[in-house]
């Protein structure tokens, strides 16, 4: 299993991200529950898919051995994934994939707010493009949260239950990071420090609108994306979104 | 996508002479190509058969983001993942437009969709096709699309505003698609290996007759016609229609290198159209009654959508209810 640059492996762990997250978003195609959640539901996922595309160009760049932006979502097995473990989650009901979408959202927006004034040019484009976006998505998922919190009494239910699903996997998103601290020493990258407690603050902020309770940290644990220590998800997430690739190699689609 | 067998409720054609002066003044105004506006006075059966028509053109968007969803998970390429999920948010757009267009007749949109998944109300009969490979979604953009617009540029032209508005941006969508669809399978023959073009020729094959079968029955078997055609709803005949789309898609099948599954295919010089073979119409038939290869699939998916969505609507309304309540305290 290759391991790339620690810049290249950022880039891949965004990339990966947002492509899996499509990938969940594209599962509902015809089965949203209002025909205006069709839309959005794809609406978000083709930006997904269009700032994948962006991240694995540089990042195809900078391994140049021939590999391209499809080479990487496409040829790829779980162990060399770098998505976060909460976007290849299952879709759950509605609630749970508002869950994940406003837990990512949350934190691609602070994410991408902060890569805006990367060194590294590049990134800084494709970050400052990627988060007009993403202000969009994170307005979109805070509403529904804030609608199904103080909804119904089911729906209140829903989202309880639906935080109570996914929060294990947050704590990816605020995990200090030994390789990007290098990356912001170094920098690449500005220093992403703050990233924990700016996710967490604006967490707590939709979820008090949601009349929500934000459970307690959530404790690390042995699965790490950044190691491609993925659920087991993932694994027939893949099969399936790569299966022509590798059924037939020498095509050109 | 579009309506296919609209009932009118009547089988013969009023005169003028035997209308009264409300109805003459419609269809007067009909003849000189005026078009009739959501507040004008329009006959209830002109009314009904509208409400068919585009509720149907609607369910048939909505439904036929099926077999594409199908794919979409599956697509071979980021920019071919891109396209797909594109088209598929322009048919909900394009579902969208539709119901608010009927609406603006006096229908309710869930009272239709309602009809719609109790077997009461149609959609296009090619979204009953299940898709089996790759090439499905180049076929599906250029025959079904293709097909589809053939039926709706005329209808841009189709006397009630609102759906001729509504034609005209969903015409140019869908012109795109098709594109796309063509270019896909374009690129499979040109640049595919031979399990490609494969996939092609056998997408064509399963897709073919039942994109034929989009235009609806004869025009021998289409009682509705005269009275869509005399209230201008329709612009052309199903035959008429039909042969447009066969005249213009045979040269493209050419440049793909690829054939129709009809022996019976030939140019006749002297009619200046291609004469083609028998349609299966039992099949056709049989699809319309629910009786194809995916109606039951497609409606359960429908139904489904609708009753677990149930909750995230209701609690849409409550927590609404609760703001406007909130701003009226404060």
């Known amino acids: ?253 | 996508m579009y309506a296919q067998q609209v009932e009118t409720g009547t089988k013969t054609v009023k005169s003028l002479a035997e209308m009264g002066p409300e109805e003459k003044a419609f269809q007067e105004k009909i003849d000189a190509e005026i078009k009739i506006e959501a507040k004008n006075w329009m006959p209830d059966s002109y009314r009904k058969t509208l409400i068919r028509q585009i509720s149907q053109h609607a369910h048939s968007e909505i439904v036929g983001m099926l077999p594409e969803g199908n794919w979409v998970t599956r697509a071979p390429t980021l920019k071919r993942k891109l396209q797909l999920m594109a088209k598929i948010q322009d048919e909900a757009g394009h579902g969208l437009y539709l119901y608010s267009a009927m609406e603006t007749l006096g229908a309710d949109r869930d009272e239709e969709i309602e009809k719609l998944h109790s077997g009461r109300a149609k959609y296009s009969s090619i979204f009953n096709y299940p898709t089996l490979n790759w090439a499905d979604m180049g076929a599906v953009g250029w025959l079904v699309d293709g097909a589809a617009i053939v039926n709706q540029v005329p209808l841009q032209r189709t006397s009630y505003g609102p759906y001729s508005r509504a034609m005209i941006r969903v015409c140019k969508e869908e012109s795109f698609h098709q594109r796309q669809g063509y270019e896909i399978l374009l690129h499979m023959m040109r640049h595919g290996i031979q399990a490609q073009k494969d996939m092609v020729q056998d997408a064509i094959n399963r897709l073919w007759w039942p994109s034929l079968m989009m235009f609806g029955p004869s025009d021998a078997e289409s009682p509705n016609s005269a009275q869509s055609l005399a209230w201008k709803i329709k612009r052309h005949t199903n035959d008429e229609l039909r042969q447009r789309f066969i005249d213009q898609t045979i040269p493209q099948l050419e440049l793909l290198g690829c054939t129709v599954p009809d022996p019976d295919l030939k140019w006749n010089e002297e009619r200046g159209h291609y004469d083609f073979g028998e349609i299966q119409w039992e099949e056709f038939y049989e699809v319309l009654k629910g009786n194809g290869p995916c109606n039951r699939e497609r409606l359960e998916t429908r139904r489904n959508a609708i009753q677990d969505g149930a909750w995230v609507r209701e609690a849409a309304v409550a927590h609404a209810n609760k703001k406007q309540k909130q701003q009226a305290a404060a």
């Open chain 1, 1 to 253: 299993m290759t391991k790339y640059d620690e810049l290249t492996e950022f880039l891949l762990r965004l990339g990966d991200s947002a492509l899996i997250q499509a990938q969940r978003l594209c599962e509902w195609t015809g089965r949203a529950p209002a025909l205006e959640e069709e839309m959005g539901m794809m609406n978000v996922g083709l930006d997904l898919v269009g700032q994948a595309r962006n991240w694995y160009e540089y990042a195809a760049e900078r391994i140049n051995d021939g590999t391209d932006a499809d080479t990487l979502a496409f040829r790829r097995d779980e162990r060399a994934f770098r998505n976060l473990l909460l976007v290849e989650q299952p879709n759950g009901d509605f609630a749970v994939t508002m869950t994940k979408q406003f837990f990512y959202d949350a934190w691609q927006f602070h994410l991408l707010t902060m890569l805006k004034g990367a060194n590294d040019e590049r990134i800084a484009a494709i970050a400052a493009k990627s988060l007009k976006e993403v202000t969009y998505h994170l307005r979109r998922s805070s509403q529904w949260i804030e609608r199904l919190g103080d909804g119904t009494e089911e729906s209140h239910q829903r989202m309880e239950k639906a935080v109570d699903v996914v929060w294990r996997f947050t704590f990816e998103l605020v995990e200090k990071n030994d390789a990007e601290l290098a990356l912001s020493e170094s920098g690449n990258i500005p220093s992403l420090t703050e990233l924990p407690e700016k996710w967490l603050a604006t967490v707590n902020e939709v979820f008090a609108k949601a009349t929500l309770t934000v459970p307690d940290a959530p404790n690390t644990f042995y699965l790490s994306a950044r190691t491609g220590m993925h659920s087991e998800h993932l694994g027939t997430l893949l099969a399936e979104m790569q299966f022509l690739q590798r059924a037939y190699p020498d095509a050109s689609w």
